[in-house]
């Protein structure tokens, strides 16, 4: 009796990993270049994603699943875009990017002079030691853009996005958590967000508890620091893929107490609310806070 028992638990086991097994599945994300493991490339469907290589490369597909014909689109900030049928993918198992070509650099190169950087992020008011401010998490349905002055009134090259956290590093093994950034012009009429410098959206994402994120621009194309200044775009994913991927919380980034001259400013708008248009956010009116992003630019003796 006892050794039926033992084989009904042992088949139950066997059948339960097997069926696992089946709805799970794994490919790679190469580099064409060594064949090295990609990580962090996200994976979209119909501009919605679905999934992200991890830190050995592989995408786990596992409720999830695309259909045949469906067309994935992988995304990643140093590799040049592709798209693929599911079912080739199915085929080949494994996924290879090229890397894009590093372009500021080529431009430095081609005029023989070296490079200055410096970094631009909101001139902090004397009371913000005061304010004892975790990160703000960052909310569903709503892009942020952060107006980035150019006080020179000089043209410069964008070398680096920065997004700070105030949130203290934690030990383990923190998410990655995705979400999407670009550059925008600034309306000199109007002085709001105007148009998107890259295409497409810049495919990025950090740690929980990561207090920088540097988003190196130097495989994009190249990009100016106007005279008039410029706008750091953030947004989200949907919150139906950060639900079923088991976030328990959205990506979060610092705020400073901005000073009152600063003419670093904050907009925000919520597409899911049918509002067409860009309005500041009353706090940053108000000369209260601003979310703690910035850029780092190079300027070329």
């Given at each position: 009796?006892?050794?039926?028992?033992?084989?009904?638990?042992?088949?139950?086991?066997?059948?339960?990993?097997?069926?696992?097994?089946?709805?799970?599945?794994?490919?790679?994300?190469?580099?064409?270049?060594?064949?090295?493991?990609?990580?962090?490339?996200?994976?979209?469907?119909?501009?919605?994603?679905?999934?992200?290589?991890?830190?050995?490369?592989?995408?786990?597909?596992?409720?999830n699943?695309?259909?045949?014909?469906?067309?994935?689109?992988?995304?990643?900030?140093?590799?040049?875009?592709?798209?693929?049928?599911?079912?080739?993918?199915?085929?080949?198992?494994?996924?290879y990017?090229?890397?894009?070509?590093?372009?500021?650099?080529?431009?430095?190169?081609k005029?023989?002079?070296?490079?200055?950087?410096?970094?631009?992020?909101?001139?902090?008011?004397?009371?913000?030691?005061?304010?004892?401010?975790k990160?703000?998490?960052?909310?569903?349905?709503?892009?942020?853009?952060?107006?980035?002055?150019?006080?020179?009134?000089?043209?410069?090259?964008?070398?680096?996005?920065?997004?700070?956290?105030?949130?203290?590093?934690?030990?383990?093994?923190?998410?990655?958590?995705?979400?999407?950034?670009?550059?925008?012009?600034?309306?000199?009429?109007?002085?709001?967000?105007?148009?998107?410098?890259?295409?497409?959206?810049?495919?990025?994402?950090?740690l929980?508890?990561?207090?920088?994120?540097?988003?190196?621009?130097?495989?994009?194309?190249?990009?100016?620091?106007?005279?008039?200044?410029?706008?750091?775009?953030?947004?989200?994913?949907?919150?139906?893929?950060?639900?079923?991927?088991?976030?328990?919380?959205?990506?979060?980034?610092?705020?400073?107490?901005?000073?009152?001259?600063?003419?670093?400013?904050?907009?925000?708008?919520?597409?899911?609310?049918?509002?067409?248009?860009w309005?500041?956010?009353?706090?940053?009116?108000?000369?209260?806070?601003?979310?703690?992003?910035?850029?780092?630019?190079?300027?070329?003796?």
């Amino acid at each position: 009796m006892f050794k039926i028992l033992k084989i009904k638990v042992i088949l139950f086991f066997a059948f339960t990993l097997n069926c696992f097994c089946q709805s799970k599945v794994v490919y790679k994300v190469l580099s064409a270049k060594d064949s090295t493991s990609i990580e962090y490339a996200h994976i979209l469907l119909n501009e919605k994603i679905l999934a992200y290589s991890n830190q050995k490369g592989e995408i786990i597909f596992d409720e999830n699943i695309p259909e045949d014909n469906d067309v994935l689109k992988l995304s990643h900030l140093t590799y040049s875009q592709i798209t693929i049928r599911y079912e080739d993918l199915k085929r080949t198992k494994n996924i290879y990017l090229n890397e894009k070509i590093n372009s500021l650099d080529e431009v430095i190169l081609k005029t023989g002079k070296r490079k200055k950087t410096n970094r631009l992020l909101p001139e902090r008011s004397v009371l913000d030691p005061l304010y004892d401010r975790k990160d703000v998490t960052f909310p569903n349905s709503l892009e942020i853009a952060v107006y980035i002055p150019n006080y020179k009134k000089k043209e410069y090259f964008i070398n680096k996005i920065i997004l700070n956290s105030k949130n203290k590093a934690q030990k383990g093994d923190n998410k990655y958590i995705p979400f999407k950034v670009n550059l925008m012009t600034i309306d000199t009429t109007t002085h709001l967000p105007d148009k998107k410098i890259f295409k497409e959206d810049l495919s990025v994402g950090k740690l929980e508890n990561q207090k920088l994120v540097e988003i190196d621009l130097k495989n994009q194309e190249e990009v100016i620091f106007p005279k008039e200044g410029i706008c750091i775009f953030v947004s989200l994913y949907s919150e139906e893929f950060y639900l079923q991927s088991g976030f328990d919380k959205r990506p979060s980034f610092g705020v400073v107490q901005i000073k009152e001259r600063s003419q670093f400013r904050e907009y925000k708008k919520h597409y899911l609310a049918n509002e067409n248009s860009w309005i500041e956010a009353g706090y940053s009116q108000r000369r209260e806070q601003c979310f703690d992003f910035g850029i780092e630019i190079i300027s070329i003796d």
